[in-house]
């Protein structure tokens, strides 16, 4: 993990965004995003398109 943090830190990513996409067939699935500067609505949105119904099951550290 660390060495991810550092190789997308240094594209300019700032921030990785761990979460789980929860699904209706119940099939949970643990997944890490990297974004710059996310907000909370792009975070949803990018679960949302994930198929996730749970939209705020995610933890952000900054890189």
């Known amino acids: 993990m660390a060495e991810n943090d550092a190789k997308y830190k240094k594209q300019g990513y ?3 965004v761990d979460a789980w996409i929860h699904r209706n067939d119940g099939d949970d699935v643990a997944v890490s995003y ?3 500067n996310p907000t909370d609505a792009q975070i949803r949105a990018k679960l949302r398109k994930a198929r996730s119904v749970v939209l705020d099951d995610y933890k952000l550290v900054q890189l």
């Open 34 to 36: 990297y974004m710059q």
């Open 14 to 16: 700032t921030h990785r």
